[in-house]
């Protein structure tokens, strides 16, 4: 059964046993970065709350986590790409609005990401700029090694009318993050609503 413990981004507590260990609600915010008062070139820039770098999973190379609403971790591309450092300022655009915010943290995924590149705010930063409260894009279920996907997937979708669940190679229909760097299971929840 899914309990949410946290509203938008945040850690979900999942109770099936051994078999998952935790769920990471995700939500994805468009941005671009600015440098030298232009959008800097190279893959679409996503902001993600900080529980969602577990999915990558990304690891903090330098600095720290988000703390403060204008605290980011840059992923370390997009910062050798816009040539930031820890504590610089960044300039984001979210919608149409550029805010400044400072680079607490540079984060590295375990495999290197062409198609995009991440953004970290604190989890209740990432669900203000998402702009819908509560409301989440996807679930990353973390599993215990050892764990059969498709039997897990199986007993999620019985426990939640109406999800849609993924595995293996059709996680990228859904996923935020490059194909196959994820070692999670992802649900999605239709038209962009919260699990019940």
Same mark, same amino acid.
């Given at each position: ?30 941005? *671009?970065?600015?440098? &030298?008062? $232009? ?12 529980? *969602? ?25 997009? +910062? ?16 149409? &609005? ?23 705010? +604190? ?9 819908? $409260?509560?409301?989440?894009? *996807? ?5 215990? &090694? ?18 849609? +669940? ?9 996923? +935020? ?20």
């Amino acid at each position: 059964m899914l309990d949410e413990s946290h509203q938008g981004a945040g850690i979900l507590t999942v109770e099936y046993g051994r078999s998952a260990e935790s769920a990471v609600g995700d939500i994805s915010v468009r941005t *671009a970065v600015l440098k &030298k008062g $232009s959008v800097l070139n190279g893959p679409p820039v996503y902001g993600h709350g900080w529980s *969602a770098a577990a999915l990558a999973p990304f690891t903090l190379r330098s600095g720290t986590r988000p703390q403060a609403a204008h605290d980011v971790v840059l992923g370390s591309d997009l +910062t050798q790409r816009a040539g930031l450092a820890r504590g610089d300022t960044v300039t984001l655009v979210i919608g149409s &609005k550029p805010t400044s915010f400072r680079v607490s943290g540079v984060a590295e995924p375990d495999s290197s990401l062409d198609r995009q590149s991440a953004v970290f705010f +604190t989890d209740d930063q990432a669900a203000r700029l998402y702009g819908t $409260s509560g409301k989440i894009d *996807a679930v990353g279920v973390l599993v215990s &090694k050892g764990t059969r996907a498709d039997g897990l997937a199986d007993r999620i979708q019985k426990a939640v009318p109406g999800v849609v +669940t993924y595995t293996g190679d059709d996680r990228s229909d859904v996923e +935020t993050l490059d194909v196959g760097q994820m070692q999670a299971f992802v649900s999605r929840w239709p038209a962009r609503s919260a699990p019940p």
